[in-house]
């Protein structure tokens, strides 16, 4: 089946610094890849979608220069979140659609867990 | 705007039992619907899904969801639970064009009790 991978799983960082999530699809292409974002005990929050060779499609209120996201391959996907502070601690989870018939499910990554101290 | 409503924040069962997960949403156009599920610190899973055709969708490990359209509901159903379905699960719905982006509820913790 359709595998996407998540690098790192976890990251610890020290606030004011960046950090680099990749989200890669294994076996498939992938024109579009979406990052959500989880807070303790809630729902996944879409915070972009992630288009190759153009710029991502930010959610309102989510900061794009905050977020950098950057599709440069049919099978990477890579978010940076600069100048980190604690409150942008989260798991942030990347999907993607193997097939682009309607109504294909999302693959998704096993997440990365940002802890900014 | 869709939006998706699971009013269970967490559902207490013992094993063997059978457990229903409540889904609403809301949405002005057709939808897509699905139910994923979450172990700790993991990605999701894909457990159902929902396209057309027949109401009632039978997914992976025994859960089967049934599309309700008059009352906008996609509740999950197991005969049965076991332990290890102990995890969170989250419905979701999706528009049927354009990036075909997904929104998801707030998510159900089952807990299963031996």
């Known amino acids: 089946g359709a595998v996407v991978s998540q690098h790192p799983s976890w990251v610890i960082c020290k606030s004011g610094t960046s950090v680099k999530i990749e989200c890669r699809s294994l076996?498939?292409?992938?024109?579009?890849m979406f990052w959500y974002r989880q807070f303790p005990k809630q729902s996944l929050m879409l915070m972009a979608t992630s288009n190759e060779g153009s710029k991502a499609t930010y959610e309102q209120g989510v900061e794009k220069d905050k977020f950098l996201i950057n599709h440069a391959s049919l099978t990477l996907s890579t978010l940076t979140v600069t100048s980190a502070h604690p409150e942008d601690s989260s798991f942030y989870i990347c999907s993607a659609r193997d097939l682009q018939g309607s109504g294909s499910p999302l693959h998704f990554g096993n997440g990365t867990r940002l802890t900014v101290t | 705007a869709q939006s998706v409503t699971q009013l269970d924040s967490q559902v207490p069962v013992f094993e063997e039992a059978p457990v229903e997960l409540r889904c609403n949403y809301s949405s002005s156009v057709s939808v897509y619907l699905f139910w994923y599920v979450q172990y700790p610190n993991q990605g999701l899973q894909l457990l159902l899904k929902?396209?057309?055709?027949?109401?009632l969708v039978k997914g992976i490990n025994g859960f089967e969801a049934e599309f309700n359209k008059s009352q906008t509901s996609f509740h999950l159903r197991k005969p049965s639970v076991h332990i290890s379905d102990t995890a969170e699960y989250f419905c979701?719905?999706?528009?049927?064009?354009?990036?075909?982006?997904?929104?998801f509820g707030t998510g159900t913790k089952l807990q299963v009790i031996p």
């Open positions: 076996d498939f292409q992938a024109t579009t």
């Open positions: 979701a719905v999706s528009e049927t064009g354009g990036y075909q982006k997904v929104t």
């Open positions: 929902y396209l057309s055709g027949s109401t």
